[in-house]
């Protein structure tokens, strides 16, 4: 996995959310991407009730899994 598709904890929701299927999982998570850009994801993941690991981990994996 390139560098490009490591999700951190401290990038902004913003950042990842240009990315349709991170789109789609941020939703499915209950993280608002439009509220709630500005948030790093580690603050939105805590703000949803989400672990942080289990979030960054569905992130890589949709990045993973060809579209």
């Known amino acids: ?3 490009a598709c490591r ?3 401290e990038q902004t929701v913003a950042e990842v959310s240009r ?3 991170i789109l ?3 939703k499915a998570k209950g993280i608002n991407h439009c509220c709630g850009a500005h ?3 580690r603050e ?3 703000s949803a009730g989400v672990p ?3 979030l960054l981990e569905a992130l890589r994996a949709s990045v ?4």
Request: negative net charge; proline residues 8%.
């Open 64 to 67: 993973e899994t060809p579209a």
């Open 44 to 46: 939105a993941a805590a």
């Open 7 to 9: 999700h951190r904890a």
């Open 24 to 26: 789609e999982i941020l």
């Open 39 to 41: 948030l790093s994801l």
């Open 19 to 21: 990315d349709p299927r």
């Open 1 to 3: 996995m390139s560098d």
């Open 52 to 54: 942080l690991d289990e």
